[in-house]
């Protein structure tokens, strides 16, 4: 009997360390694994050794045996000690201009709360179309698509204007991640405002960085894309794929409000309170306003850079105490986020660098040499965005992949401008498979709203909604516009 009781214990303590330790292996194995594959030919040894290093650094996010920074700084470390970098190349991530946008927008977005505009702003988008968390997801929609052809920076865009306003409105129906209480609407409306922007960046030639680039890339294969093409292009798949959203999200992962008839009422009311805008409120209104000015206009005609933008607004608000540096020290978000996502940039960087993205794409296009147009262009299509679980930038995955793919669908016999336009529409739709492959993914992952596995599998549902839409309604939109 002893004997017996004996072997159980020891097979639950053989259960309880490998439940324990488990995420800890993966992570650890992943790299060995890795480290001492034999580099394929033709690849940079050092480019084989960061691939090591970056697939370890994502399984140890997706299994968390420590908080996701400890992960970034081991895989800096890593990258250090091991020799596969310089030190300055090591460090780089941190010097990275998004990184300091995903930042500079955490800290803005606190200033929104503490003076109570945030609310304010809140309070007056429930008094129109509060009723409903599905009548919120459209007037969100809304305010970005009028937003959009005039912001061309994803990450201001969706990161400095229209989170605080979702983080704003969640907190009003006290649904907060630190109480609990993040599915009350909260996740709800932070997974359309993130999954939603992709779209409406698809949608407009100026509404993300790397667009404008692409358009150049097509231009050297004689393919003219202009804002007129570009929008009409863009227009209807981007409608159905904004109508569809919310109304998809209301049955995967919906709001535990479904009503409230009362909002409307309520938020009157609490305008009514607050009374009128304080000393504070109209200096973060001004802020507010000045940065939309600076990302649109001081962009378009004085080349004002949006980070340095977002750096002045900050630095305004420190220096009229509507924020102290005891607010931006409290602001945890942004200071895990400087760290995990620095890592990841430099990584992804100088995979592209040093060769092994640009191989990976060209023996992956390699394989449909015999297959039919179409068939091809889906198959590299979707080799394209997948791909781009290995990018934390996008400009990055479009400068060093954008042009072999887009050689590789011209090469098969795919009409140029049908060919061309679908590789820019999938160069947006993208973004949203990972918590870091757009700047703005890591404040809406870090908010707290939406956990990384939640994250992750949304994104790849829309990503696949989203593609079915452009690509397979998209063309014949195309085709009766007479665009190819």
Wanted: net charge positive.
């Amino acid at each position: 009997m002893k004997s017996t009781q004996s072997n159980t214990t020891g097979e639950a303590s053989e259960k309880s360390f490998f439940a324990k330790y488990w995420p800890h292996l993966a992570w650890v194995g992943s790299f060995i694994i890795l480290w001492f594959i034999p580099c394929p030919d033709g690849v940079d040894p050092k480019a084989w050794q960061l691939f090591a290093i970056f697939v370890a650094t994502i399984v140890g996010f997706m299994a968390k045996p420590y908080p996701m920074a400890v992960i970034a700084l081991s895989a800096i470390a890593a990258t250090g000690l091991t020799k596969t970098l310089s030190v300055n190349q090591t460090l780089s991530g941190f010097s990275d201009s998004t990184i300091w946008l995903i930042c500079s927008a955490f800290f803005i977005s606190r200033a929104f709360l503490k003076t109570g505009l945030g609310n304010r702003i809140a309070y007056l988008f429930m008094s129109m179309a509060g009723k409903t968390p599905l009548g919120l997801a459209y007037a969100t929609t809304l305010t970005n698509v009028v937003l959009a052809p005039v912001i061309p920076s994803n990450t201001a865009r969706l990161g400095g204007v229209l989170y605080p306003l979702q983080l704003a409105i969640s907190l009003a129906y006290d649904s907060d991640p630190a109480k609990g209480t993040g599915r009350r609407i909260g996740s709800f409306l932070m997974s359309n405002a993130f999954q939603g922007n992709l779209v409406i960046s698809a949608m407009f030639l100026t509404a993300m960085a790397s667009n404008p680039l692409m358009v150049g890339f097509a231009g050297s294969a004689g393919i003219e894309i202009n804002w007129g093409t570009w929008f009409l292009a863009g227009s209807l798949p981007g409608a159905l794929c904004l109508i569809v959203l919310p109304l998809i999200l209301m049955v995967v992962w919906p709001p535990e409000i479904k009503k409230s008839p009362e909002a409307v009422t309520i938020a009157k009311e609490k305008l009514a309170e607050m009374g009128k805008l304080s000393k504070q409120e109209y200096i973060m209104l001004g802020v507010f306003i000045g940065l939309i000015g600076l990302w649109t206009i001081g962009d378009m005609f004085f080349k004002v850079n949006a980070t340095i933008a977002a750096l002045v607004g900050l630095a305004v608000l420190l220096v009229t105490r509507v924020l102290t540096w005891a607010d931006l020290a409290a602001e945890k978000g942004a200071w895990n986020t400087l760290i995990w996502f620095s890592a990841l940039v430099m990584m992804a960087n100088f995979l592209n660098k040093l060769g092994l993205i640009p191989w990976l794409s060209k023996v992956l296009a390699g394989y449909v040499g015999g297959m039919d147009w179409t068939v091809a262009l889906i198959v590299l299509c979707l080799i394209y965005v997948f791909a781009h679980y290995f990018f934390a930038s996008a400009t990055a995955h479009v400068a060093s992949m954008y042009p072999a793919f887009l050689g590789v669908i011209l090469a098969v016999g795919t009409p140029p401008m049908l060919g061309a336009l679908a590789l820019c529409f999938c160069s947006n739709l993208m973004g949203g498979i990972t918590h870091y492959g757009l700047g703005s993914g890591p404040i809406f992952y870090d908010s707290g709203y939406i956990p990384l596995r939640p994250f992750w599998l949304l994104g790849l549902l829309f990503c696949i909604v989203f593609l079915a839409i452009y690509l397979g309604i998209g063309p014949f939109w195309w085709s009766l516009l007479g665009l190819y």
